[in-house]
């Protein structure tokens, strides 16, 4: 998700004392969106680990599996 705002940018957005309402929301949406987006492509990326780069990580392919599996709203 290039066009992701870096936490540097979500600070400074957030320490504003008279931020709009509507941008209020506009920033907890894509903080949302964004931790959705990073949920998927860790989990995809989780998916396609091999036996060796599981035990590396310290996951069994058991545990990986049902991370993997799990939807990108999950925690």
């Excluded at 509507?22 to 396609?48: G, N, P």
Aim: net charge positive; with cysteine.
């Amino acid at each position: 998700m290039a066009a992701a705002l870096h936490s540097t940018q979500l600070a400074l957005l957030n320490s504003q004392k008279a931020l709009p309402k509507l941008a209020q929301i506009c920033v907890i949406a894509a903080v949302a969106v964004t931790v959705w987006d990073l949920r998927r492509t860790t989990r995809r990326s989780l998916s396609r680990l091999d036996p060796h780069e599981l035990r590396d990580v310290g996951l069994t392919l058991g545990q990986a599996q049902r991370e993997a599996n799990k939807a990108f709203y999950q925690r």
